[in-house]
């Protein structure tokens, strides 16, 4: 480099206080140059009365404190007084200066030229860039010299540069040098430079990070550099990281977010902050633009794939305007409006805010009407989709009105209406109408009208034919509105599967068809099943002539080994199988003997003891318990009575002689040979223990099933007294004397005063109870405020414990 750089840049006037780097000059620094107060080179020389020439500003200054100070004004110099303190402009030293400055500008300035090289010293580098920083920020005029030095091409090159330092300078310089000067910003729009200076934002090092932010916000008030930065892959994501970071300094995070401020001039930076959850500038378009960006704006939020949280804050800030939108006559503005508001509609509590804010009106009307305005069929399927997702929000819609003379969405006209429209349009709209449905008989205060608007309609059939669809989601949708019919249309329903149209053997394929995991439409379809009639014969008898309780065997099986692959839908379906299966010994008693032979068959009874240690699984445990109550009841007709010769002639005169029948291998309960496959005898099934250890559970249901399994041993046609002694051996008497006395449920409470009435004919219990005073005050209870059939159990059991006198045998008999 030629020459050398010393002294300070400041040629012209007042030194800048963060400068004190070397210069060269061509030629050297007049004294007459110094003004004698500031020891700088003047830029506005004047001269006093007395010859003496100053600064201006800084004579000025001076006079000023004198005045303050009370003197009279003198000579800085001299000290001697003054007459006058006019200023007179030294017009030709001042052109000189400026003659001089210019030279030595100019050397400087191509000393920095040379400088700006990768290969030079990092010194010399850095001087050149602090003397550039230093020009511009002299004089605005300087920046168009260094725009015509082509010095910007150069400054840019030493972002390449391998020194932290000369980097950091460079940042700062571009920044000075762009500042206010838009023809210098657009150089910087050309090639790769914004790609490069977006890089230092990820850069460890912060310094590097705050300059590059900063000069990246100069950049942005340049409306074509907002489309070049936004167009760096991941700058804007980066920005609003720094914008919401805490770890930067505050003017870091100020320059970020007045950075992204300035990048919303532009749409596709709007899009992008959109996508990455910065909503507020594209709701702000959509809420105050024109028409055309309104449209565009909806389009966009149409498109993007948002979290809960933000569907929940566009349906506050943007829902009305975009029902708006929707409700308006112009097709060109409803798609965008419908596609925005499907959506944030699938949020529950987004939905919500969309119906207080009036949506429901709009959207029935878009479904029903047609003519000039109606909606062609793609639209139709959008409206039918929030209609499903606004639905399943779990609202109040028998008092939301939808049209005229207050109709709701549960009124029989509008239920018609979807019914209609499910069955003469395609399959899509059809598969969210029926969601729609599935949403409206999913609570309880809505599901009475629904069922009553589809019975008037005639449409049951209709519907459970869905089942044979060939596209899932509508099977699905069917399946699972017909599920919530169940328990107010079961027989109806029982009625229309056990049809000629195969539906119920599609139904039992689509609940066994072997996929991992368990789907939703298999849970759906069993669950249907399982809340049909248990007792209704006709839908047992073609389920076993499909053979569906086999292939449910085969699966509960299989869940109980581990071999199913599990699924949130798994213990809806597991219990749903349970269930079904558990219809069959319902059939028991039906002449055909069917299902009495698939239940020995298959060892049932085993299978459902089994399943009573599903521990969690509390309807399972319930079902089972049911199950093997009614298996039970079938004991005392399947065993095996033995036949015993009859006794003769001397036996009879001479009963001493006679030798006692041989009762090994009986059962104490039933007298005869019994088995749990054969004959389903729950004792020797050991599933006493399993049933009195569940009259402990925490579920009613399941302990008052557990204990009508249990009281089979103890009904008229076995062996009552072995049966109490069972019980005790099984040390199951204690918790059903406790059942009595916590009054749990009215029904459970008859099922212990039957049970417990049961036990006090054995006198020993009956001794150890008489000193119970709960139990007397339990069944005193019982006698008095339970139904007719629970008194008259009370009353006997009272008789046993002598509190009510046993008059029978007292009066004469009457003939």
Not at 81 to 108: D, F, G, H, K
Not at 342 to 352: L, R
Not at 427 to 456: C, R
Not at 740 to 769: G, N, P
Request: proline share 4%; with cysteine.
């Amino acid at each position: 480099m030629a020459g050398s750089w010393d002294g300070s840049y400041d040629q012209g006037g007042q030194s800048d206080n963060s400068y004190h780097s070397e210069r060269v000059h061509i030629e050297p620094i007049y004294d007459s140059f110094i003004c004698p107060l500031t020891k700088q080179v003047m830029r506005n020389p004047v001269t006093l009365e007395n010859g003496q020439t100053f600064e201006r500003e800084a004579i000025e200054k001076w006079f000023t404190e004198c005045k303050i100070s009370g003197r009279r004004p003198v000579c800085p110099l001299t000290l001697r007084e003054l007459r006058s303190t006019e200023l007179n402009p030294s017009i030709a030293l001042r052109n000189t200066i400026e003659e001089w400055n210019a030279r030595n500008e100019a050397v400087q300035l191509d000393m920095a030229r040379k400088s700006l090289s990768l290969n030079s010293l990092e010194n010399d580098i850095l001087q050149s860039l602090k003397y550039i920083m230093h020009l511009c920020q002299k004089s605005h005029s300087n920046k168009l010299v260094i725009r015509n030095a082509e010095l910007i091409p150069m400054i840019i090159n030493m972002l390449k540069s391998s020194s932290r330092q000369v980097r950091c300078k460079a940042l700062e310089t571009l920044r000075i040098v762009v500042e206010e000067d838009t023809e210098n910003k657009e150089i910087m729009a050309e090639g790769d430079t914004v790609r490069t200076i977006v890089k230092f934002l990820s850069q460890e090092h912060s310094k590097e990070r705050e300059e590059a932010v900063s000069l990246l916000y100069e950049l942005s008030k340049s409306e074509r550099l907002c489309e070049k930065i936004g167009s760096v892959n991941g700058a804007i994501l980066i920005f609003m990281g720094l914008a919401s970071s805490d770890s930067e300094n505050v003017l870091t995070v100020e320059n970020a977010e007045r950075t992204l401020e300035n990048l919303e001039k532009c749409e596709n930076n709007v899009r992008q902050m959109a996508d990455n959850g910065r909503l507020q500038p594209l709701l702000t378009l959509l809420l105050e633009g024109s028409q055309e960006t309104k449209l565009s704006m909806a389009a966009l939020l149409g498109e993007l794939v948002l979290n809960n949280d933000l569907k929940v804050y566009v349906a506050r800030t943007a829902g009305f305007s975009l029902i708006n939108l929707m409700m308006s006559t112009s097709m060109q503005a409803r798609e965008p409006a419908l596609k925005a508001l499907n959506q944030i509609s699938s949020d529950e509590a987004s939905s919500k805010i969309l119906i207080e804010a009036g949506i429901l009106p709009p959207l029935v009307k878009d479904l029903f009407i047609v003519g000039a305005n109606q909606l062609p069929m793609r639209l139709k399927e959008v409206s039918a989709t929030i209609l499903a997702n606004v639905v399943n929000s779990g609202h109040d819609f028998d008092s939301i009105p939808v049209g005229p003379n207050h109709l709701t969405l549960v009124s029989e006209e509008i239920i018609h209406n979807l019914l209609h429209l499910i069955s003469n349009t395609g399959p899509a709209i059809g598969t969210k109408l029926l969601q729609v449905l599935v949403g409206l008989t999913s609570f309880p205060t809505t599901v009475s009208s629904v069922v009553s608007a589809i019975m008037s309609s005639g449409a049951t059939i209709s519907l459970v034919q869905f089942i044979d669809a060939p596209q899932r989601d509508l099977r699905v949708a069917s399946i699972k509105l017909l599920l919530n019919l169940s328990p107010q249309m079961g027989q109806e329903l029982a009625s229309c599967l056990c049809g000629t149209s195969g539906q119920l053997g599609s139904l039992i394929r689509v609940i066994t068809e072997n996929v991992m995991p368990i789907t939703e439409e298999q849970a759906a379809g069993v669950g249907l099943l399982a809340y049909l009639p248990e007792r209704d014969s006709g839908l047992t008898r073609q389920m076993l002539e499909e053979g569906a309780f086999q292939l449910f065997i085969s699966r509960i099986i299989s869940i109980r080994r581990g071999e199913t692959r599990g699924s949130r839908f798994m213990t809806p379906y597991f219990e749903g199988l349970v269930k079904v299966l558990a219809r069959i010994t319902f059939a028991l008693s039906e002449d055909s003997g069917a299902a009495r032979a698939l239940c020995q068959e298959h060892n049932l009874a085993s299978i459902f003891i089994d399943l009573l240690q599903c521990n969690g699984v509390d309807n399972i445990q319930m079902e089972s318990a049911i199950a093997l109550e009614n298996l039970s009841q079938e004991s005392k007709k399947l065993t095996k009575h033995p036949e015993f010769p009859a006794p003769g002639i001397c036996s009879s005169i001479f009963p001493c002689i006679s030798k006692s029948p041989d009762t090994t291998g009986l059962c104490k309960i039933h007298g005869g040979k019994c088995s749990l496959k054969e004959a389903f005898c729950i004792l020797e099934g050991q599933a006493v223990e399993r049933l009195v250890a569940l009259l402990d559970h925490e579920k009613d249901e399941v302990v008052e099933a557990s204990l009508a399994a249990l009281s089979t041993l103890l009904e008229d046609e076995v062996n009552i007294d072995k049966g109490v002694q069972v019980l005790l051996d099984a040390e199951g008497v204690k918790p059903i004397l406790d059942l009595l006395v916590e009054k749990r449920t009215d029904s459970l409470r008859r099922r212990a005063v039957w049970a417990v009435e049961r036990l006090l004919r054995s006198e020993d219990i009956t001794y150890e109870v008489s000193g119970n005073p709960n139990i007397s005050t339990a069944l005193v209870d019982a006698f008095q405020h339970g139904d007719f059939r629970t008194r008259q159990i009370a009353e006997r059991a009272l008789k046993h414990l002598d509190k009510i006198p046993n008059f029978s045998g007292i009066f004469p008999s009457i003939g």
